[in-house]
Structure formats: C-alpha cells, structure tokens
C-alpha cells in the first residue's frame, strides 16, 4: 500500500491514533481523602504522555455489592467507548480485583489492563478485620479466581502485572500473574511501590496502555 504525501510541507501526514481514556481504580483506604488527593495528582500528571486520565473510587468500605460497584466502573468505560476513545484500566493494589473481574467480564471493551502491587493470589492469607472493614472487597476477592480462568492468552497479553522488589502487605508471589507481562518495581513495601509506579513508571505504563490500545483497535478493524 502506497503512503500518502503531503503535498507543499514535504512531511508526511500525522498519523491519527484513537484517544484512550486510562481509568486508575486505588485501594483501600480510598475512603481518605488525603489519599485520593495524593493519587489524582499523581495520575493528573499522565496527560503528559498522550493519555486522558481519570479516577473510579471502587468505596471498598461501603456498604455495596462488588457487582454493582463494578457495573459504576463499566459505565465509566462505555461513556468513553461512546465518545469514540479506547479504555484502558490500572488498579493498584485491591484495584487490581475491579480491572481484572471486568477485563474477564467484558474483554471486549477494555485494550489494556495494568495492576499495580495487586492482590490477585492467596486472598485467605489476608487478615480477618481487614475484610471485615472492606466488604467490597471481600466479596471480589471471592469471585476473582473463578474469573482469573475465564482470561485467555489475548487478555493476559494485554495485561502487564507490577510488583514491588519486596511487599510484606502483598508478596510478589500474589502480584504475579501468570501468562501477562510482569514487571518488578524497585522499591521496598507496598505503599512505596504504588507511588514508585504511579510517578516514575508512569512513563512504561502509558506506553504499554497505548501500544495495546492501538493492537485492540487494529485487531477489531481487521474483523
């Protein structure tokens, strides 16, 4: 196929890429507003590298169901896919649960899912009151592994898993997923991990999203 040329400037024309809209889903303790402050911030910073950024409070701590809190992030992701962008998800942490169970549910929609220090393994080795606390969670924790095996090689693919060198709150062993692109963030413990993530890697994590995003668009057009 011949490439276009722009006749008069002598460059070539500017490829059109498709806006991906990049939703970052955090933790516990998104109840504190510090901390939901602290990490806006740090995503806010994302359109720098050609992304449309937002953030979905999953309320770990309400008292709600994960389904219908999962469903609240999917009109998220169908609002962007209606103004014509791609959507990619990042869940740090207990967001990991969300943006996996939907990828499973919906892989269709989402092109790239990044988790950050997330508990996707061993949910009985978390304490007691810490679930009590987050029912939300609890119960995604519960269905997750049934949907681990719902995802295929396509979705693990599109799937780059971080976890921090050490973590005493999420061992790597429980941030690794098998068959996705695992990635070691060095930084010691759970939180310095995340905000490792969020700012330095920030940078691999937007590439990765864009790069699937454009393999999901061409892969659908090809259908």
């Not at 962007?80 to 969300?98: D, H, N, P, Q």
């Not at 519960?142 to 095996?149: G, I, Q, S, V």
């Not at 695992?182 to 999203?209: E, Y």
């Amino acid at each position: 196929m011949k490439q276009r040329t722009s006749f008069g400037s002598g460059r070539p024309p500017r490829s059109r890429t498709t806006p991906l809209t990049l939703i970052y889903v955090p933790g516990l303790f998104d109840r504190l507003k510090w901390v939901q402050f602290l990490q806006r911030k740090a995503i806010a910073t994302w359109r720098t590298f050609g992304v449309r950024p937002q953030v979905f409070v999953m309320g770990w701590s309400l008292d709600a169901a994960f389904d219908d809190r999962l469903a609240e992030l999917e009109k998220l992701v169908d609002a962007a896919l209606a103004r014509g962008e791609k959507v990619a998800l990042v869940g740090a942490s207990a967001g990991a649960t969300a943006v996996l169970a939907l990828l499973a549910k919906h892989p269709e929609k989402i092109s790239a899912v990044v988790t950050i220090c997330g508990k996707i393994h061993r949910p009985d080795n978390i304490p007691e009151p810490v679930l009590e606390l987050n029912s939300v969670f609890d119960q995604g924790l519960d269905e997750l592994p049934a949907l681990l095996e719902e995802l295929g090689e396509d979705q693990l693919g599109r799937t780059l898993a971080l976890h921090a060198y050490r973590d005493h709150i999420v061992p790597p062993e429980d941030a690794v997923l098998n068959g996705a692109h695992n990635r070691q963030i060095p930084a010691l413990g759970h939180v310095p991990g995340i905000a490792v993530a969020l700012l330095s890697f920030a940078p691999l994590i937007t590439k990765f999203c864009k790069a699937q995003a454009a393999a999901h668009n061409a892969g659908l057009e090809g259908k």
